[in-house]
Structures are given as C-alpha cells and as structure tokens.
C-alpha cells in the first residue's frame, strides 16, 4: 500500500523560511521523479519544484531561486527548503510523482505566510 505523508508546515512572516518534508511508502516512488505541489485557497494544485532520482531538479518560475527540493533515496524522503517566503506562497503543500502525480495523495501541509 503506497502512502505519503507530508510534514513540516506552519506560519512563517514573509522573508521568513519553512522546510516540509515528505515520507513515501511504495516501490513506485523510489524509483520516480518526485515532485512539490502546491493549492492556494481557490486555485488549482501547481507543481512548484520536481527531483529525479539522480539529484536533477526543476521548479517553477514562481520559486526559483527560493526554493530547494531535495531528496535521500535511501529514506525515500523528498524535502522542500522554503526561503524569502511570500504570502503567495501560501497554501497546502502535497508531494507526489511529478509531473503526473498518482491518484492517491497525502493530507498536505499548510504553510502560512503573513505579511
């Protein structure tokens, strides 16, 4: 049974920094791209940041240069460093496969921003 489980969220002020964390259960995410997804209140889910299983990684315009993803296969956990947050930043963050996630997905973290 594949599970992700998503941690690591709060409230930070803009400037400030967050890191969530993901843990994935499932052979088919050790092998996968993995990616950070992102809801604000009343818009779709984005993918905000994707790594390989190598180490390659992409992200979305909207955070690049902020925002590092990251992942320990031997763990099968993928990371999300969060910095010079902005209240658009705003949302649940989910990880998954990327860039089509699986139909099942975790409970999110929410990550607050204030300005």
């Known amino acids: 049974q594949a599970h992700l489980v998503e941690s690591g969220g709060g409230l930070a002020q803009a400037g400030g920094s967050l890191r969530v964390s993901c843990a994935a259960s499932g052979a088919i995410f050790a092998f996968s791209t993995m990616g950070w997804y992102r809801q604000a209140p009343g818009k779709q889910r984005e993918l905000v940041a994707s790594?390989?299983?190598?180490?390659?990684?992409n992200y979305a315009d909207s955070v690049k240069g902020r925002f590092t993803i990251s992942r320990d296969n031997a763990k099968n956990t993928v990371h999300l460093q969060m910095n010079s947050l902005k209240p658009e930043d705003t949302g649940l963050y989910f990880c998954?496969?990327?860039?089509?996630?699986?139909?099942?997905w975790g409970q999110g973290t929410q990550v607050t921003v204030s300005s």
């Open positions: 790594v390989t299983r190598g180490g390659s990684t």
């Open positions: 998954n496969l990327a860039p089509r996630p699986a139909d099942y």
